[in-house]
C-alpha cells in the first residue's frame, strides 16, 4: 500500500458545533472508508450510491439537513452491502432487529451485547 505524508486531523467543528450528532453517523461513513480501503467497494460505487441517495432525500432546501445527510449515508451503505457485498436485506434487517432487542434489554449503563 503506498506512503502517503497526509496527517489526519479531526474533521472541524460547524459553527462551534460537532461533526456528527451521533457516533453511528460516524460509524456510517468509517464502514463505508474501511470497505473501500479493503477494497470490498469501490470508491466510485460509494459515491454513486451516495449521490443517488442524497438525491432522493434532498428535494428542496429544506429537507437538506444533517438528519437527512446521514440517513443518506445509512441508505447508501445498506445498498452497497447488499449490492457489492452480497449481504441480503433480509439480514441486515435481522441483525438491525437483533440488536433493538439487544438495546432495548440492556440495563441501563451495560454494554449491549449481541
Sequence with gaps: ??????????????????????AWQAQVLAIAQNLIAEEKIAADDWSNALGAALRA??????????????????????TVLQVNCGVSKQAMDQRKSDWTQAYETTPHGQPVKL
Excluded: G, H
Design 1 to 22: 500500500m503506498p506512503q502517503n505524508d497526509m496527517k489526519i486531523t479531526p474533521l472541524p467543528r460547524l459553527d462551534d458545533e460537532p461533526t456528527f450528532n451521533e
Design 57 to 78: 432525500v434532498q428535494v428542496d432546501a429544506e429537507t437538506d439537513t444533517v438528519e437527512n445527510y446521514y440517513q443518506a449515508a445509512l441508505n447508501a451503505l445498506e
